[in-house]
């Protein structure tokens, strides 16, 4: 089984120009998860995914973010304009459905995406 | 204040001693306990879930959880240099919910 895959694994741009983060959730996942570490701090929910509808957005920082799935496959999270406080490690993770029986007690983790703005 | 704190380390132990890494949270809500660990430039790995109190033992690691005191801990016995790595405490109060982490301690076990 593969898993969470996230691309690029690295991005360095410059303050005020966009970059788009994708993730590739496990096969068969409904649910999808952005986290976010920002330098010396824990990891930070931002939103989550069910298919392709968002359950929650609460960790959103502000509208320079926008997270979208197609289709209830992969994700993208884009950065316009992006700003020096938004340079960190992006995470994505995803599980299965829910089913009451089955419980997604933990999540699986891609490797992350390391963004630099500078 | 941070609904979980953990201690950041680092933590720097000798092969084969007992590794004890803790977190404390504030939110009571809380009901889905878990512990990550993270390998350098990778994403976090699931090691351990406990639901509500107890204890729960797989191999070398230990979790436990006091929902009285809001307090969690990660024991792991004969620790190894591969167990070098950032342990994170996680937590949620759904099955379906978002985690909220601790900072994450850093592990060292020296040969």
């Known amino acids: 089984e593969a898993g969470v895959t996230q691309f690029p694994s690295h991005s360095v741009i410059e303050k005020g120009q966009t970059v788009t983060l994708r993730c590739d959730p496990i096969s068969g996942h409904d649910n999808l998860y952005w986290y976010r570490r920002v330098m010396g701090k824990e990891i930070k929910f931002l939103l989550h995914?069910?298919?392709?509808?968002?359950?929650?957005e609460s960790g959103m920082p502000n509208n320079r973010f926008l997270a979208e799935r197609t289709g209830g496959t992969y994700s993208t999270l884009k950065v316009q304009p992006a700003e020096l406080e938004d340079s960190g490690v992006y995470f994505c993770?995803?599980?299965?459905?829910?089913?009451?029986?089955?419980?997604?007690?933990?999540?699986?983790f891609g490797s992350g995406t390391r963004l630099t703005v500078v | 204040q941070k609904e979980v704190e953990q201690d950041p380390g680092p933590l720097s132990v000798p092969e084969g001693a007992i590794v004890s890494l803790n977190c404390t949270y504030s939110n009571s809500a809380f009901q889905y306990f878990m512990w990550y660990r993270q390998y350098s430039r990778k994403g976090p790995e699931l090691l351990m879930y406990t639901y509500s109190s107890g204890n729960k033992e797989d191999g070398r690691f230990t979790a436990q959880v006091d929902k009285s005191s809001k307090y969690i801990s990660l024991f792991i016995r004969d620790s190894q240099p591969s167990d070098s790595a950032t342990y994170l405490c996680?937590?949620?109060?759904?099955?379906?919910?978002?985690?909220?982490f601790g900072q994450g301690t850093i592990l060292t076990v020296h040969p």
């Open positions: 995914f069910v298919k392709e509808s968002k359950q929650d």
């Open positions: 993770a995803s599980s299965q459905e829910d089913t009451g029986r089955v419980h997604n007690y933990g999540y699986t």
């Open positions: 996680a937590m949620k109060a759904m099955s379906y919910g978002k985690l909220t």
